[in-house]
């Protein structure tokens, strides 16, 4: 399945609401503007994170040998960390309209993206466009943890092709 629910947790807050039929002393309707203050958590200390369990046995893994966990979710945006058990594979999962950013913090994990396959290790980033198939795999006994940035569009994405010199081509 798809990581968290990236599409509930990045919905933008109301922050702005009409107030009605207000007239200005001349008779001229006026619309107030009434915002709302959001108070948003600036740090996310890693004791403190809520692991989900996300495996799934119909991919061969129990569900603790992936776990998720979310940090931030500010407008649009989804921030979290996401940890695989070594010999763990995530399954095949498509990002709908979210784009998905992944850097390494431990570990190795292989990466199917679009049918092309590629190994990521400790310090490398990767990402997934919108309207992309992709799935995780840890193929050694080393547990990967990474840290991922999911973010949501609102309109159509186009993808730049990737260089030919590029380690992912």
Known sequence: GALGDADEDMKDPQIASSSGDDKDDTG???T?????EMVIEC????????????????????????????AFSPPYHLQSILRMQGHSKK????TTN????FIVLQGAVTVTLNGQL??????????FPAQSTYDLSNEWDETVEMSLLQFHYQQEMCC??????????
Do not use: C, H
Not at 160 to 169: C, E, F, G, K, N
């Open 32 to 36: 107030k503007i009434v915002k709302r």
């Open 98 to 101: 979210n784009t998905m950013i």
């Open 118 to 127: 590629f190994t990521a290790k400790k310090g490398d980033s990767f990402f």
């Open 160 to 169: 730049v092709p990737v260089d030919p010199d590029s380690t992912l081509a």
């Open 43 to 70: 740090i996310a200390p890693y004791e403190k994170y809520k692991w989900k369990n996300i495996g799934d046995m119909k991919d061969g893994v129990r569900s603790d040998n992936i776990q998720y966990a979310t």
């Open 28 to 30: 001229t309707k006026v």
């Open 91 to 94: 399954g095949s999962s498509k």
